[in-house]
């Protein structure tokens, strides 16, 4: 196996543990940072590492519009082309399936895009995506799926289902003949928010065989409620000795409830997206950096968070860049959004091997709920 999984601490079902891959390990939980085009927007490699990131993550679609997987290649692969040594995951695209929905039509064979950059049509197989993903030479390849949106009816989410599974036995067959070597390839689990489909799903998924399962499907509108109704239909059915990822989550009060759930890693653009949109997470909740409460506030961000941004700026001086308009501003945002979560990750860690998960989860969420950004003007979470 190209990628291992090494179970340390359990608390109900949530857990810790180690993952190991051909460049590195990661702990878990742990949270992806979205490098979608080959660069986590405004954060270099270095400082990446000084906040605690230990993976990223980056996109199939994207990588193959530009700069194509063939000059990827030719430069050394993915970690020489990101400057990143540490491991990196590839999303097979099968997000884009959703988000350009507009913009493309879903087959038996494949799914036909209209590029985003120049209208140009695109043509993506499963054979096509696993290839894109082992020229690009991530750590982590993902099979390409269906991901159908919320709402959608049962018969709806069970053909997606079924075409998500002979997508996948074709990925697993074409990367079992690139043999790329270090890689290791996800399945995904499909089914919505129907137990019995998510559990078919696995099963079937089982029987073709995958280093590692994720949870796709959440996320995708379907609001919090269904979100955890949801996270209850995926996690107790996945392989307790293979590595679990939960795509495209990455809210803060969303980790804590699929970590309860028993996932062990994330994906989300949350903390730069926000960070460059002037909106900080704290623990006290959401801080809108713009608001005209901080112009003369000599505070920074958190007291507690050890990261550049409120080591030496003041919210008076960040909402000063913001509304200046200096890069500055955005960039201090999303260092400091990603300590964040680096920060959360590892007290999740700590309270699972102390056995004390559950009470830590009410002391964070309670705390968490009591920040000034609320309703309409809370962070935005997609991948």
């Not at 960040?318 to 959360?344: C, D, I, K, T, Y």
Request: hydrophobic share 40%; with cysteine; charged share 25%.
């Amino acid at each position: 196996m190209t990628v291992q999984y090494e179970g340390r601490a359990l608390d109900g079902r949530a857990r810790t543990g180690l993952v190991r891959t051909a460049h590195g390990s990661f702990e878990t939980p742990a949270f992806l940072p979205v490098g979608t085009q080959g660069t986590v927007k405004g954060v270099d490699p270095d400082r990446l590492r000084e906040i605690g990131v230990e993976i990223l993550l980056a996109n199939t679609y994207h990588l193959h519009l530009r700069p194509g997987e063939e000059t990827v290649a030719a430069v050394g692969g993915l970690h020489r082309f990101m400057g990143w040594e540490g491991p990196i995951l590839t999303d097979s695209g099968g997000y884009q399936v959703f988000s350009l929905a507009a913009r493309c039509r879903i087959e038996e064979e494949g799914v036909t895009f209209r590029s985003h950059v120049d209208g140009a049509p695109v043509r993506l197989t499963p054979e096509g995506a696993v290839s894109i993903q082992a020229a690009l030479g991530s750590d982590v390849a993902m099979v390409l799926d269906e991901c159908p949106p919320d709402p959608s009816d049962r018969e709806t989410v069970a053909r997606a289902v079924e075409r998500t599974l002979r997508w996948a036995a074709r990925c697993a067959r074409a990367h079992r003949d690139l043999d790329p070597r270090g890689q290791a390839l996800f399945g995904i689990v499909q089914g919505g928010i129907f137990e019995d489909l998510r559990r078919e799903c696995l099963e079937r998924l089982v029987e073709i065989g995958f280093e590692g399962y994720a949870a796709g499907g959440v996320s995708v509108g379907e609001g919090r409620p269904l979100l955890r109704e949801g996270l209850a239909a995926s996690a107790p059915h996945l392989p307790e000795d293979r590595p679990r990822y939960l795509m495209g989550v990455g809210l803060p009060e969303d980790l804590v409830e699929a970590v309860e759930a028993g996932f062990d890693f994330f994906d989300c653009t949350a903390p730069t997206r926000n960070g460059r949109n002037g909106l900080a997470f704290t623990a006290e909740g959401p801080l809108r950096l713009r608001n005209a409460r901080h112009a003369r506030d000599p505070r920074p961000i958190e007291e507690e968070c050890d990261a550049i941004c409120c080591r030496r700026f003041s919210r008076a001086s960040l909402r000063h860049h913001f509304l200046a308009g200096e890069m500055l501003g955005p960039l201090l945002a999303s260092v400091h959004n990603l300590r964040f979560f680096s920060r959360l990750v590892a007290s999740m860690r700590e309270a699972i091997a102390a056995r004390r998960y559950a009470p830590w989860k009410r002391g964070f969420l309670d705390r968490y709920g009591s920040g000034e950004v609320s309703g309409d003007e809370g962070p935005e979470c997609s991948k």
